[in-house]
């Protein structure tokens, strides 16, 4: 069965050591609600690309890439 995006995103995230707690839909962009495992600091990131325009792998490791990025400042 196919997944929606968000289910990939979460899936994708617990590989790093985090859990997705929210997505919130914005003109500007998504804020992407994530708690890290370790510490159970929970950051707010910024996304420009929206969660729901995810075609692919490479979009969706991207995303992540920019999550983490943002969630170690």
């Keep these: 069965m196919a997944k ?7 899936n994708e995230l617990v590989k790093h050591g985090f859990e ?5 839909h914005t003109r500007e962009g998504d804020l992407i609600r994530v708690v890290e ?3 159970g600091r929970v950051v707010l990131v910024k996304s ?3 969660v729901s325009s995810i075609a692919g792998a490479n979009d969706m490791a991207g995303l ?7 969630a170690k400042q």
């Design 48 to 50: 420009k690309t929206p």
């Design 64 to 70: 992540v890439n920019e999550i983490l990025k943002q």
């Design 37 to 39: 495992k370790l510490t």
């Design 20 to 24: 997705l707690l929210d997505v919130y």
């Design 4 to 10: 929606n995006p968000s289910v990939l995103l979460a």
